[in-house]
C-alpha cells in the first residue's frame, strides 16, 4: 500500500525568508505523480506544484520549488521570500497514473504560519 | 470556467437526521472522489468514481453511508442515520482518469456538524 508521512506537524517562517517542508512517501510503483496541496483557513484546495516521477528536473512554479529524490522516495517543498499568504496547512499526495488512475493519498499535513 | 461545485457549504442537524451532500464535477471529468476531513484522521478518501461506476468505496465507513453517481455531472453522498462522529469537512473532487496531469480540482467543502 502506498503512504505518505510528513514528519513536521507544525512550522513557523519569518516574512521574506525561506522555509523547508519535509515529505517521503511508499511505494512499489514506478509511475505516479506526487503533488503538494495548500490549504488556507478559508479550506479550498489548491494545487501548488506538481512531479512526475518519471521527470529527473525539479518542478518550480515561481517562489515554490521541490527537491525529488526517487531513490530516496522524498519529496520536499521549498518556499522562497515567503508571504503572510502562504500561512496555511501543506498536504504532500500521491497518485499513481497509467491506465485507469487511482486515487490521491495524502499526508497529514504541515501548518505553516509565516509571521511578520 | 466553473470548477467543482459542493452544496450545501455549512449543515448543522441533529444526530438521527438523514443528510445528503452534492457535488457537481468540472465538465468532462471522468474521475470523481469523496473525502472526508478530520483533525483526527486528516484527509481520508470515502469512495471514487470512474465514468459513474464505483471503483474503490474501501473508505466508506459503514453501511450508514452511501454514494451515487447518476450521471457525469451529478454525484451524493448520504449519510443516514447520522451520527455525532460523522462530523467532518466532506470534499468532492474531479479529474481525468486518463491523462498526464493527474491533478484532482477540489469543491469548497461541506461542513457537515451532527448535534
Known amino acids: 500500500a502506498q503512504t505518505v508521512t510528513q514528519s513536521q506537524p507544525e512550522m513557523s517562517v519569518q516574512e521574506a525568508e525561506t522555509v523547508t517542508l519535509s515529505c517521503t512517501y511508499d511505494?512499489?510503483?514506478?509511475?505516479?505523480?506526487l503533488f503538494w496541496y495548500k490549504q488556507p483557513p478559508s479550506r479550498q484546495m489548491i494545487l501548488v506544484i506538481r512531479?512526475?516521477?518519471?521527470?529527473?528536473q525539479n518542478a518550480t512554479e515561481n517562489r515554490f520549488s521541490v527537491n525529488f529524490q526517487k531513490a530516496a522516495k522524498s519529496f520536499s517543498l521549498k518556499i522562497s521570500d515567503s508571504q503572510l499568504g502562504d500561512t496555511a496547512m501543506y498536504f504532500c499526495?500521491?497518485?499513481?497514473?497509467?491506465?485507469?488512475?487511482?486515487?490521491?493519498?495524502f499526508g497529514k499535513g504541515t501548518k505553516l504560519s509565516v509571521k511578520p | 470556467d466553473a470548477g467543482v461545485i459542493q452544496s450545501p457549504r455549512h449543515e448543522v442537524t441533529e444526530m438521527g437526521q438523514e443528510v445528503t451532500l452534492r457535488c457537481k464535477p468540472i465538465?468532462?471529468?471522468?474521475?470523481l472522489f469523496w473525502y472526508r476531513q478530520t483533525m483526527m484522521r486528516g484527509l481520508e478518501l470515502l469512495i471514487y468514481?470512474?465514468?459513474?461506476?464505483?471503483?474503490?468505496d474501501s473508505g466508506m465507513p459503514e453501511d450508514r453511508f452511501s454514494a451515487k453517481m447518476p450521471n457525469a455531472s451529478f454525484s451524493t453522498l448520504k449519510i443516514q442515520p447520522s451520527e455525532p462522529r460523522d462530523s467532518a469537512v466532506y470534499f468532492c473532487?474531479?479529474?481525468?482518469?486518463?491523462?498526464?496531469?493527474?491533478?484532482?480540482?477540489f469543491g469548497e467543502g461541506s461542513r457537515l456538524t451532527v448535534l
Open positions: 473532487a474531479s479529474s481525468f482518469s486518463d491523462r498526464a496531469t493527474g491533478e484532482l480540482f
Open positions: 511505494t512499489s510503483e514506478s509511475n505516479y505523480y
Open positions: 512531479q512526475e516521477a518519471y521527470k529527473q
Open positions: 499526495a500521491f497518485r499513481t497514473y497509467g491506465g485507469s488512475q487511482g486515487n490521491l493519498i
Open positions: 465538465s468532462g471529468h471522468n474521475s
Open positions: 468514481f470512474n465514468n459513474n461506476v464505483p471503483i474503490d
